[in-house]
């Protein structure tokens, strides 16, 4: 079977019941053909999915999709094909007008069938950087740290006892998980990256926010990640219940519980923390207000130097409990944030990570990868991650 970064994609040509018009697909299932396809979709019977309001609540860190849309004669064909494909671990596509036309890999293969390369990667991620670099429009200057949330919210759902969430599925995409309030905001990062959708068709929602998350991090002179791809996109009946990403509120013990429900330990814990020196909070998502570090497009050691260096106190406001540096009364940090310090096992790490700015990167570049990848049933080895070239590298 073709390993996770070079998949094999054929195309299968069908008809529907209610049109002669060719449905040309792609899958990089070796079991897949086109009669497998007719058989699935004679079978599916699923009715299409209304969308049910949620309703949100405001808890954690600082998100309407787009409702599915299917005709009745087509929609049964195309769950099928889903349902065949994603057992297949592939990807497809579909065209009910004619042949469709893949964008052109590394090879220059556009048609029949086409294996995306690290080259082909490569040009995702720079096409992800190059949007970074024009779009300085949002927050401080960045959509960086907005898509390194992303790429942590739609990790961060794993529960390692049941095996579900985690980044393959890409089920931010639909109302129920999209409304989760630690989700609030994310509909910016996910229309950042829509046009790149657009343009490589071929790349995963789940394999494209993970890799944004990446090229955020690189980007804003973070650490080179290993990244490899292999996720599969999955149904709105995937989502995941609320409240399985950290609330803001919390202390210690509600950080064990979280992380640990990941398969994190103490070390980790506080290493993942260390992605609050990026970004900032919002009134408007998660109640909260601020940045954590005065350098909130670039990724440093500063949290932790802060957490240790810096006097905090309460603030004096009308939101939520968060406070404030005693010097600028500018910079902010979260109940969990201080809970690593009031927290002697934590606190040990926040000050080697203080202390040793490459220390903090190196076991940073570590965790991180192992966010991304949880409970991704990868058919690729970890010696197959490939480490993308950042825009700002000399060689």
């Known amino acids: 079977m073709a390993s996770a970064a070079a998949r094999v994609f054929t195309r299968i040509t069908t008809t529907t019941a209610r049109s002669t018009a060719p449905l040309t697909f792609y899958t990089t299932s070796p079991f897949a053909s086109a009669s497998s396809f007719k058989t699935a979709a004679r079978f599916n019977t699923r009715s299409n999915l209304a969308r049910q309001p949620v309703q949100s609540s405001r808890r954690g860190y600082s998100s309407g999709p787009e409702g599915v849309k299917s005709s009745s004669g087509a929609s049964y064909l195309i769950y099928g094909i889903a349902a065949v494909a994603i057992a297949g671990g592939g990807y497809f596509y579909y065209n009910n007008g004619g042949l469709t036309n893949l964008k052109e890999g590394s090879a220059g293969e556009t048609r029949g069938i086409f294996t995306p390369s690290k080259e082909d990667y490569q040009k995702v991620y720079n096409e992800i950087a190059a949007r970074l670099e024009e779009r300085d429009d949002y927050d401080d200057g960045s959509y960086g740290p907005v898509l390194l949330r992303l790429a942590w919210h739609c990790s961060g759902t794993y529960d390692k006892e049941t095996g579900t969430g985690g980044s393959s599925g890409a089920t931010m995409r639909f109302d129920p998980e999209a409304d989760h309030g630690a989700n609030a905001g994310l509909e910016a990062a996910r229309d950042f990256l829509e046009p790149v959708k657009v343009k490589f068709p071929w790349i995963t929602y789940s394999d494209l926010w993970t890799l944004a998350g990446v090229c955020a991090i690189q980007e804003m002179q973070g650490p080179t990640i290993p990244w490899r791809p292999g996720r599969t996109d999955r149904d709105v009946s995937m989502c995941t219940p609320d409240g399985r990403l950290p609330d803001a509120s919390k202390e210690q013990s509600h ?25 900032r909070c919002h009134t408007d998502r998660s109640g909260y207000d601020g940045p954590w570090s005065f350098s909130p497009t670039v990724m440093s050691n500063d949290y932790y130097r802060l957490l240790m260096q810096e006097k905090w106190n309460w603030r004096k406001w009308n939101g939520p409990k968060q406070l404030e540096d005693a010097t600028t009364k500018t910079l902010m940090m979260l109940p969990t944030d201080m809970a690593l310090v009031k927290d002697k096992e934590f606190k040990k790490h926040v000050e080697r990570y203080a202390k040793d700015h490459e220390v903090f990167f190196s076991e940073f570049k570590d965790v991180i990868v192992k966010l991304l990848e949880l409970g991704v049933p990868f058919q690729s080895t970890e010696e197959e991650r490939m480490v993308l070239k950042p825009s700002h590298a000399t060689s």
């Open 255 to 279: 950080l064990r519980a979280i992380f640990g429900r990941m398969g994190f330990d103490d070390r980790e814990i506080v290493a993942l923390s260390g992605a609050h020196a990026l970004g």
